[in-house]
């Protein structure tokens, strides 16, 4: 598990509007790369058409290439559900399915995929809710629904959905902004723990969040409103956040930023 992502010359559009232009970046495999930059930079946007998901908006499109290993995600022959089930993700409000059970929501993928064996889904519970440590806390109460947990447990179920299904990749975007400190640091934990077998990519406007739980960041950023935005630069953490090589980085992270 855990590719390794190359973008290459990524143009984003809404239809004609040009959302993010020109990234370049390789994503190294069982590894945690923040996204970081002002809000409406196209963090999101490009996010998603590492999975495929940015096309699902009407207009969505994009030029240029993304591959997964030596994988090109945009090819003819490619399905794009089966790249969404590779390569998972994980919201910025928790979404657990709010009728289901908590148990059916971690199964859910396995579901939709064909599983369908008791002890098959048994085990993938245990092993996703460990992997998301949230089973102590819920393995007494499977079947009550998961809208009934605190949001940060809603948001760890959310990640045992997501790992699941075995994702080569986990995409969080803000996974973190609905959360309290407390569930906020839970949650840094389980990617650094999380990293070990998946290639992870997390959006976060919290810097310091980014400093703690990323081996390496992304700065995006803006010229002007309805201009394009565009990766700065991506280096190791230490180094964008104590030397980076431009400007702009350095001006958004000591806060003297717009
Ligand atoms: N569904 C959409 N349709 C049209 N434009 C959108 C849509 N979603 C986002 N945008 C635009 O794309 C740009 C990037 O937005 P977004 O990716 O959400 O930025 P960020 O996540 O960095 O805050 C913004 O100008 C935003 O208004
Ligand atoms: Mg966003």
Redesign the pocket.
């Known amino acids: 598990m855990g590719k390794r992502i190359d973008v290459k010359d990524l143009n984003v559009y809404?239809s004609d509007?040009l959302?993010v232009e020109g990234v370049t970046m390789t994503v190294e495999p069982r590894s945690v790369t923040a996204f970081i930059?002002p809000?409406?930079?196209?963090?999101?946007?490009?996010l998603r058409t590492l999975n495929r998901m940015h096309e699902v908006?009407p207009g969505g499109r994009v030029e240029g290439s993304v591959r997964l290993d030596d994988q090109d995600l945009y090819a003819k022959e490619i399905d794009p559900v089966a790249v969404r089930r590779s390569v998972g993700m994980v919201f910025q409000r928790p979404n657990p399915f709010p009728t289901m059970s908590i148990y059916d929501n971690v199964v859910a993928g396995l579901r939709l995929n064909g599983v369908k064996g008791r002890k098959a889904l048994d085990e993938a519970v245990e092993t996703s809710l460990k992997g998301a440590n949230l089973w102590n806390e819920v393995k007494d109460r499977l079947k009550k629904p998961g809208a009934g947990l605190s949001g940060g447990q809603q948001q760890r179920l959310c990640i045992a959905r997501a790992i699941a299904v075995r994702p080569q990749v986990l995409l969080m975007d803000e996974p973190c902004s609905a959360l309290d400190p407390i569930s906020t640091l839970a949650i840094e934990d389980l990617v650094n723990e999380l990293k070990t077998d998946y290639t992870i990519v997390i959006?976060t406007h919290n810097m310091q969040q980014a400093a703690r739980v990323s081996d390496r960041t992304a700065f995006?950023n803006l010229a002007a409103t309805g201009k394009p935005?565009k990766l700065i630069e991506i280096d190791d953490t230490t180094r964008i956040f104590n030397n980076p090589k431009e400007r702009a980085t350095e001006d958004y992270i000591s806060g003297r930023f717009g």
Request: net charge positive.
């Open positions: 809404y509007f959302a930059g809000s409406g930079c196209g963090k999101s946007t490009f908006i959006v995006f935005g």
